[in-house]
């Protein structure tokens, strides 16, 4: 199965996204971005972090969260927002 970035890795399911496998794909390119799983350091959802490094001098440097209730969500706005 591809998605618009390359071949979304299937799980167990026959067919199902195998979301981790895909988080850590983005870690890779983006060895910026820190991934709290729930249960760490208190969060509820699947987090993001990273600090802002894209030239533009009035928003470099600014630290960005960003929370989703399935790491597949979170997965699909990250990779919209830092593949794009």
């Given at each position: 199965?591809?998605g618009p970035h390359g071949p979304v890795p299937l799980g167990a399911a026959g067919g199902t996204p195998d979301?981790?496998?895909?988080?850590?794909?983005?870690?890779?390119?983006?060895?910026?971005?820190?991934?709290?799983?729930?249960?760490?350091?208190?969060?509820?959802?699947?987090?993001?972090?990273?600090?802002?490094?894209?030239?533009?001098?009035?928003?470099?440097?600014?630290?960005?969260?960003?929370?989703?209730?399935?790491?597949?969500?979170?997965?699909?706005?990250?990779?919209?927002?830092?593949?794009?």
């Amino acid at each position: 199965m591809a998605g618009p970035h390359g071949p979304v890795p299937l799980g167990a399911a026959g067919g199902t996204p195998d979301h981790v496998k895909r988080m850590e794909a983005l870690l890779e390119r983006h060895k910026h971005v820190t991934w709290l799983r729930p249960g760490q350091v208190g969060v509820a959802w699947h987090t993001a972090t990273w600090v802002e490094v894209d030239g533009d001098p009035r928003i470099d440097g600014t630290p960005v969260t960003v929370s989703r209730e399935t790491l597949g969500l979170l997965v699909d706005y990250l990779i919209a927002r830092l593949d794009a």
